[in-house]
């Protein structure tokens, strides 16, 4: 595991229907130079944690997807947006490609992009304000931007996406196969 970029997984059985997302439902912790990504302030338990708790799937399967963006598309301005302000087609687009919050809208995800700087992989990530989503179980409460050696990033996001492909790959649902088909174009 990379001691600078961390994806950790305890996975645990959750009672849904899907069976992908049954399979790879996990607690999360994202971390990146020693800070937490995936730092939140819980509604319910009214107290911070830094684990998240979502099938890991669609996380696993938008870092397929994005795999060449975010490890080597650079930042195209010097600030993210945040949440609430109105950003370009492009600013759009951008976001959806390296922040993680794009992978699945009704996922509880931090605001937190990867992006390279010309030689390695930084990683941005925006706390949320208290209310912006009052529906989701909770919010992230860290800002903070830190840079990751490439190698280092690339090897921590493949053992992730590795450890996920491996609690699915049984499975013969078609979003799997197309993870599946994408994945080995990626180790190729």
Known sequence: MSKYLSIECEWFDQPVTDP????????????????SITRLWDRTSESERVTIYIPAFPLASWIVENWWTLLYEPRRSKRLPSGREDFSKSEAEWLRRHCLRSADSGLLLPQACFFNDGRDTCIQWLADEQDLYPNMPGHFVESGEVRVSQVEAELSLREFVSKVFARVEPLEDDRVVRMRENWNAIIE
């Open 20 to 35: 992908v997302e049954r399979k790879t439902w996990a607690c999360i912790r994202i971390s990146a130079a020693s800070r």
